[in-house]
C-alpha cells in the first residue's frame, strides 16, 4: 500500500516537471503532463525572482501615499470593437491604443493593449491577489503599457514598463446586465485558439463607476504568467464589479489549450519578499475600523 502511495507520487511528480507547456494547477493529472506554477521557473527562470504576482495583501501594514491621487483615462467611455479570444490560458478581450491612462502616480502615460480574467471554479473563489487572505471569486487585468513602447514583450525589459489594473468581482443577487453581451459570446471561444468579435463595447461598462476608482492598493510586482517579467506597476481597486453566480459560473465552458474545462486559471500568491504595499490616501473601507 505505501509501496502503491510512493509510486503515485512519483509519477505525479514526473507529470508535474515533464510537460512541455506551463499550465495551473488546476489542469495537473497524473495521466496529464504539464508545468505547475511551483515548477514555472523551468519555463523562465524569471518566475523565481524576488519581485512576483500575486501577492497576498495585508490590509494592517499597507501604508497611505497621498501621491496616489485619482488616475486620469483617455478612451474608457468610448465604444469600439475587440477581438475576444481564448488564448488557451484565459480569454482576453484586445482593446484599443486609443485608450490610455495616466496620474495615480504612475511616471508616464501608458497605453491600454488587453483585459482578461481568472476565476474560478463554478462561481467559487478564483483571484489571484488576496486581501487579508480573502479570494474574490474573479479578477481582470487591464494591461496596459508605457506610451512609447510598441509590445509587451518591450515593455516588460522596462522595471516599469507596465501598468496593470486589477479589479475584484464580488457575487451578486442579480446578474450584471452589461456583462451580458461578453458572456454570452463565450460559447463561441469555448476552444483554445478561437476569437469572436464584440461590437459596441467600452471599457466603462465593464468596471466600477470613476468615482469608484479612487481607492486603491500599489506595489511593484511581475506578470503573474510566465515569463513572470518583473516589469509591473500594480493597481488594485477596492471597489468590486458584482457578477451573479450564473455568470460567473459561464467562463467555465471555456477549454484550456489542452482541451481541460477552464476552471482555476490563477497563479498562487508569491511572497512579498519585503515589498511595501501601498494605498491611496483617504479612507480604507476594506478594514473595519480598528
Ligand atoms: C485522466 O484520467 C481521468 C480519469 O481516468 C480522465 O477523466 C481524464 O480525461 C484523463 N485526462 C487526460 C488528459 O487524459
Ligand atoms: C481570429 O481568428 C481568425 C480565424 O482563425 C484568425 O485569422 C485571426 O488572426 C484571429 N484574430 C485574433 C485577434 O486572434
Ligand atoms: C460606489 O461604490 C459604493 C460601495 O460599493 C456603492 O454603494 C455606490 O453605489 C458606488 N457608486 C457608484 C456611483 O457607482
Ligand atoms: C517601484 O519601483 C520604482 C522604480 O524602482 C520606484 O521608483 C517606485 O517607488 C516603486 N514603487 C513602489 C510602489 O514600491
Ligand atoms: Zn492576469
Known amino acids: ?6 509510486l503515485f507520487l512519483f509519477t505525479c511528480y ?41 501577492v497576498n495583501i495585508v490590509t494592517s501594514k499597507v501604508l497611505p501615499d497621498e501621491r496616489l491621487t485619482p488616475f486620469h483615462f483617455t478612451g474608457y467611455k468610448e465604444t469600439f ?7 488557451g490560458h484565459s480569454v482576453q478581450l484586445n482593446l484599443p491604443s486609443s485608450i490610455q491612462i495616466k496620474g495615480g502616480n504612475l511616471d508616464d502615460e501608458y497605453k491600454a493593449i488587453q483585459f482578461h480574467l481568472h476565476w474560478g471554479k463554478d462561481g467559487g473563489r478564483g483571484s489571484e491577489h488576496t486581501i487579508d487572505g480573502e479570494k474574490f471569486p474573479m479578477e481582470m487585468h487591464i494591461v496596459h503599457i508605457k506610451e512609447g513602447y510598441d509590445s509587451l514583450a518591450e515593455a516588460s525589459k522596462d ?8 479589479f475584484f468581482f464580488q457575487e451578486s443577487e442579480s446578474a450584471n446586465e452589461k456583462y451580458d453581451h461578453l458572456i454570452s459570446a463565450l460559447k463561441y471561444i469555448s476552444q483554445p485558439k478561437t476569437n469572436v468579435t464584440l461590437l459596441g463595447v467600452s471599457l466603462d461598462m465593464f468596471i466600477p463607476s470613476e468615482i469608484n476608482r479612487t ?3 500599489r506595489y511593484n510586482g511581475s506578470l503573474t504568467t510566465p515569463d ?10 477596492e471597489s468590486t464589479i458584482p457578477l451573479s453566480r450564473n455568470q460567473l459560473a459561464a467562463f467555465n465552458q471555456l477549454r484550456f489549450y489542452d ?22 490616501s483617504g479612507q480604507l473601507a476594506l478594514v473595519s475600523s480598528v
Not at 1 to 6: A, E, Q
Not at 228 to 235: D, F, K, Q, S, Y
Not at 265 to 277: A, E, H
Open 81 to 87: 470593437y475587440g477581438s475576444l479570444i481564448n488564448t
Open 259 to 280: 482541451g481541460q474545462k477552464m476552471v482555476n486559471n490563477y497563479r498562487p500568491v508569491q511572497p512579498l519578499n519585503g515589498r511595501q504595499v501601498y494605498y491611496s
Open 159 to 166: 522595471s516599469t514598463g507596465v501598468a496593470v489594473l486589477g
Open 215 to 217: 481607492k486603491y492598493f
Open 1 to 6: 500500500m505505501l509501496l502503491r502511495s510512493v
Open 228 to 237: 513572470c517579467a518583473e516589469a509591473v506597476v500594480w493597481t488594485l481597486f
Open 14 to 54: 514526473v507529470s508535474l516537471v515533464s510537460g512541455a507547456d506551463w499550465c495551473y494547477y488546476s489542469q495537473v493529472q497524473c495521466n496529464h503532463t504539464c508545468t505547475a506554477p511551483v515548477l514555472w521557473g523551468l519555463v523562465s527562470q524569471t518566475c523565481n525572482g524576488r519581485s512576483q504576482s500575486p
